[in-house]
């Protein structure tokens, strides 16, 4: 059973910084690919970075540039780093392991931006 758990989420100032944190457990499988996808009420949740076991990254334009996203392959984690942060970031934030025929969501964890 896969388990996804998510930290780094918390209340931030426009223009701050924050780094997400995201383990899997539960398999010996390699993922093929981790990412972080963020949500708000009332939309649909929306990809923000992702990355491969060939750390091929992908990430949403309005993040790009902003937003770095890293893998440690040795413990299944996946990281994102967020600088400058925007008031349009605030949104819980879930991590995602693909392992090409299934996927696994963390809980989220919320990230505020606001002064």
């Known amino acids: 059973q896969v388990q996804l758990v998510e930290s780094g989420g918390g209340l931030v100032q426009p223009g701050g910084s924050l780094r997400l944190s995201c383990v899997a457990s539960?398999?010996?499988?390699?993922?093929?690919?981790m990412g972080w996808y963020r949500q708000t009420p009332g939309n649909q949740r929306e990809l923000v970075a992702t990355?491969?076991?060939?750390?091929?990254?992908r990430y949403a334009d309005s993040v790009r540039g902003r937003f770095t996203v890293s893998r440690d392959y040795a413990t299944n984690s996946v990281f994102l780093q967020i600088s400058s942060l925007k008031p349009e970031d605030t949104a819980v934030y879930y991590c995602?392991?693909?392992?090409?025929?299934?996927?696994?969501w963390g809980q989220g964890t919320q990230v505020t931006v606001s002064s």
């Open positions: 995602n392991a693909h392992f090409i025929q299934d996927d696994y």
């Open positions: 990355i491969t076991d060939r750390a091929y990254k």
């Open positions: 539960g398999t010996s499988r390699s993922i093929y690919t």
